[in-house]
């Protein structure tokens, strides 16, 4: 398991600041989110090409828009959720985002937790697009 910092795109379509969001790759091709409130029920595939269907709604992982080497930026039904560095990261280079030492701040609804989502098996998805 590898933990990458994102930066979670706006309603205006502007970047958060660095650390924003913190996920998860998992097996070395799994992303596993869960703690992003509204978004996808299942690990998305990383070397997924294509749009990916989920009760959270249509996921697509691709290159960064702008061409940062080694972003990508993952889309929820179309529209930018957020940019993620693929280089990983310690779980200590949050503290400098919106949790550890940053002030507290009050959330707008209470966390999101899944429970019983695991990753599909290789088996269980095709590597190329339906």
């Known amino acids: 398991m590898e933990l ?4 979670v795109y706006g309603k205006d379509g502007a970047r958060g600041i660095p ?3 913190l996920a998860l790759r998992v097996e070395g091709r799994w992303l596993a989110d869960v703690g992003f409130g509204e978004h ?9 090409p ?6 959270g709604g249509v996921f697509l992982v691709k290159a960064a828009a702008d061409g940062t080497e080694g972003d990508l930026d993952v889309l929820r039904d179309g529209v930018p959720a957020y940019r993620l560095q693929t ?6 280079d949050f503290r400098t985002g919106r949790g550890g030492t940053a002030p507290a701040r009050r959330r707008s609804r209470p966390p999101t937790r899944r429970c019983g989502s695991t990753v599909p098996s290789s088996a269980s ?3 190329g697009c339906p």
Do not use: N, T, V
């Open 50 to 55: 294509c749009e990916q269907k989920d009760p």
């Open 40 to 48: 996808s029920a299942h690990p998305l595939d990383l070397d997924g």
């Open 125 to 127: 998805r095709s590597a």
């Open 19 to 21: 650390y924003d969001h």
């Open 87 to 92: 280089r990983p990261r310690a779980l200590a």
């Open 4 to 7: 990458f910092q994102a930066r």
